[in-house]
């Protein structure tokens, strides 16, 4: 492997075509490594991200304002009810609150939400300078909780205590802190887990439960709201859908509430059919699986035509993967194989082994697969990969388009639905006309 750029302390997440794979497996799961610009996002926002769709709760950022501007509007998520949840407050810390302390601001600013709004929950996140000039968060919060008879909830996400996985497990914490009190009877249906709505997306996965006869219970936390997430314990199962940020939560709804869980993931016909169908096998519900085998087989010859007319723009081509969680990698990975189409880079922020081992079973020898990987390192892969497609975040945008790469946005951005059978039709739309847009012949001519 040319090294030229790939720091020493970076080779163990990296595993390429020639340097071979095995061993111990790809490291992974471990905070970044000093002096790589690393794509992960801080404990802080990994927390936020998973809080933030909850849509009548209220979030003050108890740190200086650039930590609030950073996660402003964080994710694409849609509300059935309120929208509260779009706005941000912070207690905009300064140079005298670091050298005094900070609890006065942060207590002055709940006393205004409180006041002004008359909220249910609020969350207080604590970011790094709260984590260092050590406010009692806990103890303001316990004592607002009280004053105003509602319930105030601490995230202690400090950017530098790990992370962004730290962060998604400060989030599940904090939700667990909110729903663990609440005992209700059982009754039939699921609680959702790590679907945060995004253009709508719950709302599609929702239908097709419906139609296939499972209720839900709650989403987590996708257009949830506080009397929402308080019932989840009535439910008889969780499925989670993003691993990454909700695996945790789910393994302490188990311990906890007796609520056992699947992975899920609804990206793909393949993924999307299994996933509807593993979920009434899991309920021990034959008529539901009936159903679910009948309806996906309808949606699969539905968008039969549709795929092979689009497999032959597409045959060929080859895509640069990289995205948060390791669920969300293998379905665009089987995604892609379906559409004729090649993955020659594969990455994610938060992969775990076992899912790491999955990728290495659905890609070719020479595909490369990184974890917590960095900008340098995505532009001599997809350049020695010669990818046509980066399917990325926010992040990964400005750089596919300077190396002169078509985007597809897979994160909090994007503007429709890319999950279902609905969202194969998006998504491949999406590919195609970012592939063969003409534009790319006119870039590449001047780099
Ligand atoms: S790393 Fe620290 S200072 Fe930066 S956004 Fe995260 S919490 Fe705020």
């Not at 205590?161 to 009754?187: D, F």
């Not at 979920?279 to 519900?285: G, N």
């Amino acid at each position: 492997m040319e090294n030229a750029r790939v720091l020493e302390e970076r080779k163990e997440f990296i595993w390429d075509g020639q340097d071979g794979r095995g061993g111990n497996g790809i490291k992974c799961d471990a905070n970044s490594v000093s002096g790589s610009v690393s794509q992960r996002a801080c404990v802080y926002c990994g927390a936020r991200v998973v809080l933030n769709p909850i849509t009548d709760a209220f979030h003050i950022v108890h740190g200086p304002i650039g930590c609030a501007s950073y996660t402003w509007d964080i994710r694409g998520s849609l509300s059935s009810g309120d929208d509260l949840y779009r706005n941000s407050f912070s207690t905009d810390l300064r140079e005298q609150d670091i050298i005094f302390g900070g609890e006065k601001k942060l207590k002055a600013a709940i006393e205004e939400v409180a006041e002004k709004y008359h909220p249910r929950l609020i969350f207080v996140y604590a970011t790094c300078i709260v984590g260092v000039i050590g406010d009692d968060v806990d103890a303001v919060c316990k004592a607002m909780s009280q004053e105003y008879n509602m319930r105030v909830i601490p995230v202690k996400s400090p950017g530098f205590s790990g992370n962004k996985s730290v962060g998604y497990k400060m989030a599940c914490n904090a939700i667990m802190e909110l729903i663990a009190k609440h005992k209700n009877l059982k009754k039939k249906g699921i609680n959702i887990l790590g679907d945060y709505n995004l253009a709508g997306e719950m709302w599609i996965i929702k239908d097709y439960l419906n139609r296939i006869g499972i209720p839900v219970v709650s989403t987590f936390t996708g257009d949830s709201s506080y009397d929402s997430l308080i019932r989840a314990s009535a439910a008889q199962l969780n499925i989670v859908q993003c691993a990454g940020s909700s695996t945790y939560l789910a393994d302490r709804m188990e311990e906890e509430m007796g609520i056992p869980y699947i992975k899920v993931s609804f990206f793909g016909i393949e993924d999307t059919a299994s996933s509807l169908i593993r979920i009434a096998e899991a309920l021990k519900d034959e008529e539901a699986k009936q159903k679910a085998m009948e309806f996906t087989a309808a949606e699969r010859l539905k968008l039969q035509d549709f795929l092979t007319k689009y497999r032959k723009n597409l045959r060929g081509k080859k895509a640069a993967i990289y995205v948060g969680g390791g669920f969300k990698a293998i379905s665009l990975i089987r995604q892609f194989h379906s559409l004729n189409m090649e993955t020659v880079v594969v990455g994610t922020q938060t992969g775990k082994k076992d899912e790491y081992e999955i990728i290495e079973s659905l890609v070719n020898k020479e595909t490369v697969i990184l974890d917590d990987t960095n900008p340098a390192e995505l532009e001599k892969f997809m350049k020695e990969k010669e990818a046509d497609i980066l399917v990325g975040g926010v992040k990964e945008r400005p750089l596919a388009y300077k190396l002169g790469i078509a985007f597809c946005d897979h994160n909090h951005e994007r503007k429709h639905p890319l999950c279902g059978f609905d969202g194969v039709i998006n998504f491949t739309r999406e590919i195609n006309s970012s592939i063969n847009n003409p534009v790319w012949k006119y870039v590449k001519e001047e780099l």
